[in-house]
């Protein structure tokens, strides 16, 4: 072969194997866009958990799931972070992360498009389990005029705090004191002032003369300790939520329920008083693996003796039956992972 010819035959060898090359590297390409246009989600080895701020219940079941799911969920890397109720919706929707700690009332109105979220509808966000149940109620100085609702309404230079913007807190008040027939208009427009502000600093407020009535949310029948440390200098009054509109309001937001606050809570409170049970709950997005969130339920429903160790106060909710695990949102908002256990233990049908 001589070397004019050499050279074009070395020239063809190389286009030849360039043009392989490529059509491989296209091939692999189609194979991927196929897989990733599929039913079969991609496998996560490493979640993130967004939760509630240091101290609070939130805080302690994140702190539980970052030691327990790891352990339960061979491969897995959990990371917890701090967050807030309304924010932690709308991160486990977009993606960035992939569990939440959420109040049941604001995810009812995250994924329904309504309330707090109206023309914001979170379509991606799923149910794991209801978490827990709390009780909701408002407190005043003991020494005040204000013993209902209506009082609380009307009352004059009233400095209150339905807990902080864009805090679960806050939006349930919203949903129960307008449920009542009032709004904040009420409020200001009788010279009073709604402060939004959490419930870390209510006792130095109370001390300073800068509050004169909040909303809590507190443990099932068990003192919140923000209210505790208020009464060891100032004592204080739980106000009745009760009316008519209480049953109207539990069939609107399914995730609140009539509930009494047990006698002896609080210092002076010598009679059970009518208050709103709440549920919290763990939520996640509909693009995590259904593997995954199955063996994420699974592992929140076998370590409940070590959940109370790290969160005492959830002693009450989990010793009912797998049903409990199960209510205080809509069943078809469960993610299909969670679905699939909780029919395997007879939580749903």
């Given at each position: 072969m001589n070397l004019k010819r050499r050279s074009v035959f070395f020239k063809l060898v190389f286009v030849l194997l360039t043009l392989v090359l490529v059509l491989a590297g296209c091939s692999q390409?189609?194979?991927t866009s196929e897989q990733g246009t599929g039913e079969q989600k991609p496998e996560l080895d490493s979640i993130i958990i967004t939760s509630g701020p240091q101290g609070g219940t939130f805080y302690s079941v994140m702190a539980a799931m970052c030691e327990h799911l790891p352990r339960d969920i061979e491969?897995?890397?959990?990371t917890g972070i701090e967050g807030a109720a309304q924010e932690n919706l709308r991160t486990v929707n977009r993606g960035e992360t992939h569990l939440g700690t959420f109040w049941s009332n604001e995810f009812i109105d995250a994924i329904r498009g309504q309330g707090t979220f109206e023309n914001e509808k979170l379509e991606k966000l799923r149910a794991v389990c209801r978490l827990s149940t709390g009780m909701q109620y408002i407190l005043v100085r003991a020494d005040s005029d204000i013993y209902t609702i209506d009082d609380l309404a009307k009352a004059k230079g009233l400095k209150f705090s339905p807990g902080e913007v864009g805090s679960g807190l806050e939006s349930s008040f919203r949903a129960i004191f307008n449920g009542a027939g009032y709004s904040y208009e009420d409020i200001l427009n009788n010279g009073g002032e709604i402060i939004y502000e959490q419930y870390g600093r209510f006792a130095e407020m109370m001390g300073d003369g800068h509050l004169d009535a909040f909303?809590?949310?507190a443990p099932y029948n068990s003192p919140h300790k923000s209210a505790l440390q208020i009464e060891t200098s100032i004592p204080l009054r739980v106000i009745p939520i009760e009316g008519p509109w209480v049953e109207t309001l539990c069939e609107e937001i399914p995730s609140f329920?009539?509930?009494t606050l047990k006698a002896?809570?609080?210092k002076g409170q010598d009679q059970p008083v009518p208050v709103i049970e709440y549920y919290t709950m763990v939520g996640t997005?509909?693009?995590?693996?259904?593997?995954?969130?199955?063996e994420i339920a699974k592992s929140i429903y076998n370590n409940i003796d070590k959940w109370i160790e790290l969160a005492p106060q959830l002693e009450e909710f989990f010793s009912g039956g797998p049903e409990e695990f199960a209510k205080g949102f809509p069943a078809d908002s469960l993610h299909p992972g969670a679905a699939k256990f909780w029919k395997e233990v007879g939580a749903i049908e």
């Open positions: 390409s189609s194979s491969g897995l890397t959990v909303f809590l949310g329920q009539p509930g002896g809570v609080y997005n509909i693009d995590v693996p259904e593997d995954l969130v199955y």
